[in-house]
T-cell receptor, first 115, second 114 residues
Framework: GAVVSQHPSWVICKSGTSVKIECRSL??????MFWYRQFPKQSLMLMAT?????????EQGVEKDKFLINHASLTLSTLTVTSAHPEDSSFYIC???????????FGPGTRLTVL | AQTVTQSQPEMSVQEAETVTLSCTYD???????LFWYKQPPSRQMILVIR??????QNATENRFSVNFQKAAKSFSLKISDSQLGDTAMYFC???????????FGAGTILRVKS
């Protein structure tokens, strides 16, 4: 149980284009989902927290207009990187939590490369 | 704000031996949760063990156990009988009582040598 998937696992795009990453909870309802960014050999940096049906809460320094997060259902959250640039290249990880749970279940991550 | 400190950037251990990874944290909360996550080369985050702060008994999961010292705000992970598959980056994480965001430490790269 408690499986979280991400799609795609790896995406390459041209500078200036937008990329959407999906995060799905496969066998539970995720009232809260989290989006992280991770650089090689570094820790996870929380970008934003999204609750189903409401606007995401972004961490300080994260551009909400650049990283659009939608949590339209209890099993799906999406992260859209708008007008991507090479500096947006990174590993993006989502996690999900149930309403009463305090454990986060992590997706396998998405590697984004912007050329 | 909570902080989590892992002071060992890299460690290595011989197969079948025991290794301890350190973690300290700072919080003003009385009820909280602590976690150790493993991130192997695949980069999939895997929960290794969790500890509820209100429980005095140290958590154990097979070869993995913790030494939780609440007063000292210390939460170390002991891996017994180390295996090659234990090679990974290990993150200590703090979670508040109401299950919101996790605060992660910088991580410790553990290499198990044959």
């Amino acid at each position: 149980g408690a499986v979280v998937s991400q799609h795609p696992s790896w995406v390459i795009c041209k500078s200036g284009t937008s990329v959407k990453i999906e995060c799905r909870s496969l066998d539970f309802q995720a009232t809260t989902m989290f989006w992280y960014r991770q650089f090689p050999k570094q820790s996870l940096m929380l970008m934003a927290t999204s609750n189903e049906g409401s606007k995401a809460t972004y961490e300080q320094g994260v551009e909400k207009d650049k990283f659009l997060i939608n949590h339209a259902s209890l099993t799906l959250s999406t992260l859209t990187v708008t007008s991507a640039h090479p500096e947006d290249s990174s590993f993006y990880i989502c996690s999900a939590r149930t309403a009463k749970g305090n454990e986060q279940f992590f997706g396998p991550g998405t590697r984004l490369t912007v050329l | 704000a909570q902080t989590v400190t892992q002071s060992q950037p890299e460690m290595s251990v011989q197969e079948a031996e025991t290794v301890t990874l350190s973690c300290t944290y700072d919080t003003s909360e009385s009820n909280y949760y602590l976690f150790w996550y493993k991130q192997p080369p695949s980069r999939q985050m895997i929960l290794v063990i969790r500890q509820e702060a209100y429980k005095q008994q140290n958590a154990t999961e097979n070869r993995f156990s913790v030494n939780f010292q609440k007063a000292a705000k210390s939460f170390s992970l002991k891996i017994s009988d180390s295996q090659l598959g234990d090679t990974a980056m290990y993150f200590c994480a703090f979670g508040g009582e109401y299950g919101n965001k996790l605060v992660f430490g910088a991580g410790t790269i553990l290499r198990v040598k044959s």
